[in-house]
């Protein structure tokens, strides 16, 4: 397994920058997710590290060294694409073994690797089907087989999961996470969906129109959003956000009221400098932080509900207008029309700035 370094990498395409300056640090045996919404640069990441795009500017380095200029397959990765790209009229154990043999391999080699690769994903029973016999997830694994074989530095996943429905989703992220414990393996995965992000991440890079917005450990981005682009794309349901502004102090709190809740004035305590008399905010709570019981409350009333169970989701809306989102356990014995009161604990909200930055 090998370290991943990007410093100041860069692509244009023309008078359009796509990827604007990134620095990155991937540690050996480290997984590591690029998530953000569509069009953010982080497939366009992701082939820039397997040599499929050029780098316009900046450098790369896989087990230090420099691979900017280095053909794709000297580079010590395998590659897992978001279509299985199988051949179909190979069978299991011909299309695991088939970048071997075009390198030149011995057959006994070739017949380690892919018997090694078939005992870690479990495809024994397989081997000698094509895949037209496979199920959705057996091609996955197929193809992920298929990269193992190659005993690669850095293993790259573009949006492997995309075309599997929801079961086989989760299933095969259990795989996988299994798969790089017991590898040790450098991961570097893309993804739109924050859920497999936060769930099979070491480390998560946020990107946003080719800038890296943060990086962090899941929990970390969850908790500790530096952005409110990062606290609304990192769970889910997402944060609630509303508009609002500083009326004064009270320790080492800023003392805020909210549109739509004029009556109400909430003392967030904050680490750094207050903000003064009349700043505009924005006031972030995650839908489980409401209770039924806090010391601020606030009245919403209720547009619907989705039950999953164990907890309902509670969609309804301030006096104002404004959509809100909260996580409850009662939610049984409520209806659509009902006024909630929603309480919170005040040091479990975040503050932001007009320009989106974190108020900490």
Do not use: W
């Amino acid at each position: 397994m090998a370290d991943v370094t990007l410093t100041d990498i860069r692509k244009t395409f023309g008078a359009l920058d796509v990827i604007k300056g990134v620095d990155l640090d991937i540690k050996s045996g480290e997984f590591v997710v690029f998530v953000g919404p569509s069009g953010c640069g982080k497939s366009t990441l992701l082939r820039m590290i397997a040599g499929l795009e050029d780098i316009t500017s900046g450098t790369l380095e896989i087990g230090g060294q420099v691979m900017n200029d280095v053909d794709p397959s000297k580079r010590g990765i395998a590659m897992v694409f978001q279509s299985y790209a199988l051949y179909p009229h190979m069978t299991v154990r011909e299309n695991m073994g088939f970048a071997l043999r075009f390198a030149g391999q011995d057959k006994a080699e070739i017949a380690r690797r892919v018997d090694a690769a078939a005992k870690i994903l479990e495809l024994g029973p397989l081997m000698d089907r094509k895949p037209k016999a496979l199920s959705g997830g057996q091609r996955q694994r197929v193809a992920i087989g298929r990269a193992i074989v190659r005993e690669p530095d850095v293993f790259l996943f573009d949006e492997p999961l995309s075309n599997l429905d929801a079961e086989l989703r989760v299933h095969m992220r259990v795989e996988i996470a299994r798969l790089h414990k017991e590898l040790n393996a450098t991961i570097v995965y893309v993804t739109h969906d924050q859920v497999e992000a936060m769930t099979l991440a070491d480390k998560i890079v946020v990107l946003r129109a080719g800038i890296v917005e943060q990086v962090g450990a899941p929990l970390d981005l969850y908790d500790d959003p530096a952005n409110l682009f990062v606290a609304g794309f990192i769970g889910s349901p997402r944060m609630n956000v509303f508009a609002g502004r500083v009326i004064g102090a009270s320790g080492t709190s800023a003392v805020v009221t909210l549109d739509g809740f004029a009556d109400k004035e909430i003392a967030v305590p904050l680490q750094g400098p207050l903000p003064s008399a009349g700043t505009p905010i924005r006031l972030g709570i995650r839908p489980e932080h409401f209770t039924d019981t806090g010391e601020d409350s606030l009245s919403i009333t209720i547009d619907m509900f989705e039950h999953l169970g164990g907890e309902t989701f509670a969609y309804g809306r301030s006096t104002s207008g404004e959509t809100i989102v909260v996580t409850t356990r009662n939610g049984r014995s409520l209806s659509a029309g009902h006024v909630l009161k929603a309480g919170f604990d005040p040091t479990r909200a975040l503050l932001f700035a007009e320009d989106g930055k974190r108020i900490r």
